[in-house]
């Protein structure tokens, strides 16, 4: 596990290669989301929203607390005295980020099919592109940018399929994603800060945010099991998976992350079928083959850049 984020982006072909593999364990680790949440959804006093989005990140700040010991003076910096030192400004907006877009979507998953929430936060991916020239200075690979044009019918054609009346559950999840794509910028921003400290910083700050809420709403009246499950949401679900996607940012530019990561709404029906008895609706399966392809093409187009670098390195 590293220690520390270089201060330079590390994305070389051979580092970009590592970021690819980091981002795809994040979607792999985030798509056991809709499962666990529909499964905590089902107990007799079943949390809300609010409160899921609560526990989950404070238990996912307090796993990962250990490996930031020492490190806290990455996400700071000099008062304009420069006696004391303070939080960035871009850290804390990530934090605000974060909590926004954790709630929403916890919340869009409450109210609607885990597809239909997935789907619509991941719209984030067309505004990372559209946004990410102007507030990162990064512009797409034209190779990048036909990947999207297959992997964008295919989100489409899952939509189309699960679409439902649920217009309060949709529109939450659309605020998602775009919390979700300007965390993802931030995260970038950040890419010069130690990753686990960044994800402990967000996880216990939205936690604490979200705590006085949680308690007005009664939500710590919860069961045994629902404690657990909430347990290993915030480590193996949440904690885990944000600090790979943290890190993986430091390797990999924000709109290639948005495509490796559409690999979460590919696999989360898969996870709801095997343990709930969700069916996958065809349409889920036609769209979810087309973001596949993408995602395939791009991994084997990375390797190529991977073995390219290392040749003109020997």
């Given amino acids: 596990m590293t220690d520390r984020i270089a201060s330079t982006p590390k994305e070389s072909s051979p580092g970009q290669f590592v970021g690819v593999v980091l981002l795809a364990l994040a979607a792999l680790l985030w798509s056991l989301n809709g499962v666990l949440i529909k499964t905590l959804t089902k107990e007799e006093s079943a949390p809300g929203g609010v409160t899921i989005a ?5 238990v996912a700040g307090l796993f990962l607390w250990p ?73 797409p690979r ?11 019918p295919g989100i489409g054609i899952i939509f189309a399929g699960n679409a439902t009346t649920d217009v309060v559950g949709l529109t939450i999840a659309l605020a998602s994603g775009l919390f979700f794509a ?35 709403a009664g939500g710590l009246m919860i069961s045994q099991r629902a404690v657990v499950l909430l347990i290993v949401m915030g480590v193996v679900q949440f904690g885990v998976p944000y ?13 290639q992350a948005a495509l490796v990561t559409l690999l979460e709404p590919v696999l989360a029906p898969l996870w709801t079928y095997l343990v709930i008895g969700e069916t996958v609706p065809p349409m889920t399966m036609i769209g979810g ?14 390797r190529a850049r991977r073995l390219s670098a290392r040749e003109v390195a020997t």
């Fill in 54 to 58: 609560c526990f989950r990140s404070i």
């Fill in 67 to 139: 490996l930031a010991r020492g490190k806290w003076g990455t996400l700071a910096s000099r008062s304009a005295s420069g006696r004391r030192m303070i939080v960035r400004p871009a850290a804390l907006g990530g934090m605000v980020l974060f909590t926004l877009m954790t709630v929403t979507f916890v919340l869009a998953m409450t109210k609607t099919e885990t597809a239909n929430a997935l789907i619509l936060q991941y719209t984030s991916t067309f505004r990372i592109f559209a946004l990410s020239p102007w507030l990162l200075g990064e512009l």
């Fill in 142 to 152: 034209r190779e990048d940018v036909r990947l999207l044009a297959i992997a964008v």
């Fill in 182 to 216: 300007l965390l993802t910028m931030s995260l970038r921003h950040l890419r010069d800060s130690d990753s686990v400290v960044v994800t402990v910083f967000n996880n216990l700050g939205a936690g604490l945010l979200l705590l006085p809420f949680c308690i007005a």
């Fill in 243 to 255: 600090y790979l996607y943290s890190l993986g940012l430091s390797r990999v530019p924000a709109a």
């Fill in 289 to 302: 083959s087309l973001i596949l392809l993408a995602l395939m093409m791009f991994a084997k187009n990375a």
